[in-house]
């Protein structure tokens, strides 16, 4: 590279990685019925990133919070182990009876999933401490600081936690403003960077991924 190559630009950049790699029928099907269902789904990137940290964990044991119509579902469940479980949560029955019909049609095993109707706050403290490989939350961007906590108690030493929507325009928008869920993103941004436990990376997939793996 020279100072006269030609930079793309940000948005050039984040079409080319979302289109780096392409979505089959079933994922595709499920991005469109979100979509009209008014659940935004994961960008093709946010997806990528799913399959790529749960491959390179092996994971077996992850939880969900925000199951939509399953397209983050699916990304997470194409990386686990074979005889991986995911468990995903959310409040809105059609989203997870939509889901279910998603997985179905990957030919994913019925065992291999266990969704489950609530609030992730209601449903994570009785899940098991340390038991899970990777967490992503989704949903209910105002309780990200509390997530963060139950994360710190349900994963694995090596574990990773995987927070969605950090980089928000909108959110990042009203910060001076002291909208809730913006100022639950900062939070959580400035705890898991000062917390000694955890290992964070900030990457900008589709609306921004906050990592942060649990020290052994």
Do not use: H, W
């Not at 793309?8 to 392409?22: F, H, I, K, N, R």
């Not at 099907?29 to 009209?36: D, V």
């Not at 390179?56 to 005889?83: I, K, Y």
């Not at 963060?148 to 959110?171: H, T």
Request: negative net charge.
């Amino acid at each position: 590279m020279t100072p006269e190559t030609p930079i793309a630009a940000a948005d050039a950049v984040q079409d080319y990685v979302a289109a780096y790699l392409a979505q089959d029928e079933v994922l595709a099907a499920a991005r469109t019925r979100g979509i009209e269902l008014g659940c935004a789904p994961i960008s093709l990137g946010t997806g990528a990133a799913l399959r790529f940290l749960t491959t390179a964990l092996q994971a077996r044991a992850v939880v969900e919070v925000g199951t939509g119509t399953g397209v983050s579902g699916l990304c997470l469940l194409r990386g686990m182990a074979p005889d991986g479980v995911l468990t995903s949560i959310d409040v809105d029955p059609e989203y997870q009876r939509v889901a279910r019909r998603v997985f179905a049609d990957a030919a994913l095993p019925s065992g291999r999933t266990r969704l489950i109707m609530g609030r992730g706050l209601e449903v994570l403290p009785r899940l098991a401490d340390g038991a899970y490989d990777l967490m992503f939350v989704g949903s209910t961007i105002s309780d990200y600081p509390l997530y963060l906590e139950e994360a710190l108690r349900l994963l694995r030493p090596g574990g990773v936690l995987v927070l969605d929507n950090m980089l928000d325009p909108e959110l990042l928008a009203a910060v001076d403003d002291r909208d809730p869920e913006a100022q639950a993103l900062l939070e959580v941004a400035r705890t898991v960077r000062s917390d000694e436990r955890l290992a964070p990376l900030l990457l900008p997939l589709g609306d921004g991924l906050l990592l942060a793996a649990k020290a052994p």
